[in-house]
Nanobody, 126 residues
Framework: QVQLVESGGGLVQPGGSLRLSCVAS????????IGWFRQAPGKKREEVSC????????NSAASVKGRFTISKDIAENTVYLQMHGLKLEDRAVYYC???????????????????WGKGTQVTVSS
């Protein structure tokens, strides 16, 4: 059974950092690309970052480039999203999702993702 479980969210002040984790079961992360998405209250879901199945290619939305880093630990079957310089507008529920079996690329569009976790809340507030 395919499952993705996010953790690591919480309350942080502007400028602070958090590291989100996405643990997979039922499949191997080195066979699939993985993406992070987020949804703020009253807004549509938006892409954040993605990583290819081999972990060598990443891509991020312009709004988080230079602040967020996605990485994959194949041994732990986990994908991380390291977030620095958090802003008020980063407040959202963050979801990880399983993408296609692309070794050297990933896409920042949710139509490519088939299984989703339940999300973890990130709140940025002073």
């Amino acid at each position: 059974q395919v499952q993705l479980v996010e953790s690591g969210g919480g309350l942080v002040q502007p400028g602070g950092s958090l590291r989100l984790s996405c643990v997979a079961s039922g499949f191997r992360m080195d066979s699939y690309s993985i993406g992070w998405f987020r949804q703020a209250p009253g807004k549509k879901r938006e892409e954040v970052s993605c990583v290819s199945s081999n972990g060598q290619y990443t891509n991020s939305a312009a709004s988080v480039k230079g602040r967020f880093t996605i990485s994959k630990d194949i041994a732990e079957n986990t994908v991380y999203l390291q977030m620095h310089g958090l802003k008020l507008e980063d407040r959202a529920v963050y979801y990880c999702a399983r993408g296609p079996t692309w070794a050297a690329m990933c896409r920042l569009h949710d139509i490519f993702y088939d299984f989703w976790g339940k999300g973890t809340q990130v709140t940025v507030s002073s």
